[in-house]
């Protein structure tokens, strides 16, 4: 890749829901854009869950498109379950998808970042539920509010590196991990709508609000170590209080 070529952009988990959002934006805006998914991303299939598929996916976009500017890991699962009920394997299995597997895709980029000498943008997709208590979301919520650590400590440590490290903290959004199929909407789901109506802006979160989210946190050069939610005021319920005089 030539010096004077278009800085890019990769985004971990880009095959559906937020990370196809913000593959489309980026592409929208005409940026250079790499993607990477389990089920076979538009240029690379990477299990962020193996530290070895991440290793080679690092190596194989720097081979074959060069070192990326801003990347964003939006590569998660959802889990729901009493934690009286969970077995140790899911707990295991979320913790590797929404935990272990960020840190190793913002360890290996951070790395590369460092020894090339560049400066960058890493985002993580965090969640609301890393601060909000949700019932029979518990290792969810743990899964997400260890990320969300892990992003703070990061930009302490890779500040004086020259890289920003943030998380977006999502709320309930429309994307095919909700389990009401591709397109989960209010007609598909009482409880869907129930959300819709206890949040502030009175709808359901789309991929498109997320990735718009994103983009403005990577471009914001003097903030790291945040986690900036994007909710639509979800979390705005007092939990003493949580639906509302009404």
């Not at 949040?199 to 403005?216: F, M």
């Given at each position: 890749m030539s010096d004077d070529a278009a800085p890019i952009a990769v985004v971990v988990g880009g095959g559906s829901g937020i990370g196809a959002a913000l593959v489309a934006a980026y592409r929208a805006q005409g940026t250079p854009i790499v993607t990477w998914d389990i089920a076979g991303g538009r240029d690379l299939t990477c299990d962020v869950t193996d530290p070895h598929a991440v290793e080679r996916a690092v190596e194989e976009t720097i081979r074959r498109f060069g070192v990326p500017r801003w990347v964003t890991i939006t590569a998660g699962v959802g889990h729901g379950g009493m934690l009286l009920d969970v077995a140790p394997e899911e707990f295991d299995r979320v913790m590797a998808v929404n935990t272990r597997g960020p840190w190793l895709c913002l360890r290996g980029w951070a790395r590369v970042l460092r020894d090339e000498r560049q400066p960058g943008s890493l985002v993580a997709v965090s969640s609301i539920s890393a601060r909000l208590v949700d019932r029979?979301?518990?290792?969810?919520?743990?899964?997400?509010?260890?990320?969300?650590?892990?992003?703070?400590?990061?930009?302490?440590?890779?500040?004086?590196?020259?890289?920003?490290?943030?998380?977006?903290?999502?709320?309930?959004?429309?994307?095919?991990?909700?389990?009401?199929?591709?397109s989960p909407s209010v007609e598909s789901s009482p409880w869907l709508a129930g959300v819709a109506d206890r949040t502030a802006l009175g709808r359901l979160g789309e991929p498109?609000?997320?990735?718009?989210?994103?983009?403005?946190?990577?471009?914001?050069?003097?903030?790291?170590?945040?986690?900036v939610e994007c909710d639509g005021g979800l979390g705005l319920r007092s939990p003493i209080n949580a639906y509302g005089d009404t």
């Amino acid at each position: 890749m030539s010096d004077d070529a278009a800085p890019i952009a990769v985004v971990v988990g880009g095959g559906s829901g937020i990370g196809a959002a913000l593959v489309a934006a980026y592409r929208a805006q005409g940026t250079p854009i790499v993607t990477w998914d389990i089920a076979g991303g538009r240029d690379l299939t990477c299990d962020v869950t193996d530290p070895h598929a991440v290793e080679r996916a690092v190596e194989e976009t720097i081979r074959r498109f060069g070192v990326p500017r801003w990347v964003t890991i939006t590569a998660g699962v959802g889990h729901g379950g009493m934690l009286l009920d969970v077995a140790p394997e899911e707990f295991d299995r979320v913790m590797a998808v929404n935990t272990r597997g960020p840190w190793l895709c913002l360890r290996g980029w951070a790395r590369v970042l460092r020894d090339e000498r560049q400066p960058g943008s890493l985002v993580a997709v965090s969640s609301i539920s890393a601060r909000l208590v949700d019932r029979a979301m518990g290792v969810y919520c743990a899964s997400k509010a260890a990320l969300s650590m892990l992003v703070r400590v990061a930009a302490a440590e890779w500040g004086p590196l020259g890289l920003r490290v943030n998380a977006v903290g999502p709320g309930v959004t429309s994307t095919p991990m909700l389990g009401f199929g591709s397109s989960p909407s209010v007609e598909s789901s009482p409880w869907l709508a129930g959300v819709a109506d206890r949040t502030a802006l009175g709808r359901l979160g789309e991929p498109e609000d997320v990735a718009q989210v994103i983009l403005s946190v990577h471009d914001m050069e003097w903030v790291t170590g945040q986690v900036v939610e994007c909710d639509g005021g979800l979390g705005l319920r007092s939990p003493i209080n949580a639906y509302g005089d009404t």
